[in-house]
């Protein structure tokens, strides 16, 4: 049986060859079919350990490291400490501005600390930007889906 290496009709013959079905005296005989050396094989085209160079980057280029991308997890933890730092801040200010004040809205009237006041116009105000930023994603996620 033949195959892409070559089988036993490709394989030169004679004495002292595996394969030839002669062996020299006190040599190991080599059945016939049985698997030869490498370098006896024909076709066998892998280099030899002189043969291998390593490679080397381009010249002119300097070999950079590949900088690690960042991971959700990384971002996460990166939000949680900017939100302490704003906590933080934000409990310093609370602190600092204790002044009892009257506050009027929509004929309510109410006395509460002034850094308390300022938050809850904060909270909405951001509350406010919120809906009309869902509003919008919701108008353009529509649109898309009709395209």
Known sequence: ???ARGGAADRPT?????????????GPEVPE??????????GDVRPGAEEVTPVR???????????????????????????????????IFILQNLDSVTVHFFGAEGNLPL????LFSAIGGAALVALIGGARILQLRKQARRR
Do not use: D, F
């Not at 991308?69 to 801040?89: D, H, K, M, N, Q």
């Not at 850094?115 to 300022?118: K, W």
């Open 115 to 118: 850094a308390i006041a300022m």
């Open 33 to 42: 079919g049985a698997l030869e050396p490498a370098e006896l094989r024909a």
């Open 1 to 3: 049986m033949t195959h």
């Open 14 to 26: 004679g004495p002292g060859l595996p394969g030839s079905g002669h062996h020299e005296p006190g």
């Open 57 to 91: 980057p381009a010249p002119g280029r300097p070999a950079t490291a590949k900088r690690a991308r960042p991971t959700r997890i990384s971002g996460t933890w990166v939000a949680v400490i900017a939100g302490l730092v704003v906590l933080i801040v934000l409990l």
